[in-house]
């Protein structure tokens, strides 16, 4: 079965970096419709990168210029570098996959991993 799990979170000063990791597993991996999202407490979950069907990258505004997506799709692995950090960027960091076909994306994630905490102090 579809399987992802996140490591690298932890607690930083703000301007520091993570690079947050998730291992997929139970799917052929191609890097295609794979993202990165977040939820911090009392909030709404909201995307902050992904990969789109055709292998471009998106970001939220809200990082653009400190976060970037990555991936070693060799090894199923999809990373998300995060530098300057912030005290907002404190939150819970989910990898999700959605379905992948003919070079688009389904409309929806449906796959997602447990999560990783990321705490940023001022």
Excluded: H
């Amino acid at each position: 079965q579809v399987r992802l799990v996140e490591s690298g979170g932890g607690s930083v000063q703000a301007g520091g970096s993570l690079r947050l990791s998730c291992e997929a597993s139970g799917f052929y991996y191609n890097g295609r419709c794979m993202g990165w999202f977040r939820q911090a407490p009392g909030k709404e979950r909201e995307a902050v990168a992904a990969f789109s069907g055709d292998g471009s990258t998106s970001y939220a505004d809200s990082v653009k210029g400190r976060f970037t997506i990555s991936q070693v799709i060799a090894k199923n692995i999809l990373y998300l570098q995060m530098n300057s950090l912030k005290p907002e960027d404190s939150a819970m960091y989910y990898c999700a996959k959605r379905s992948y076909a003919w070079g688009s994306c389904g409309r929806d994630y449906n796959y997602w991993g447990q999560g990783t905490q990321v705490t940023v102090s001022s």
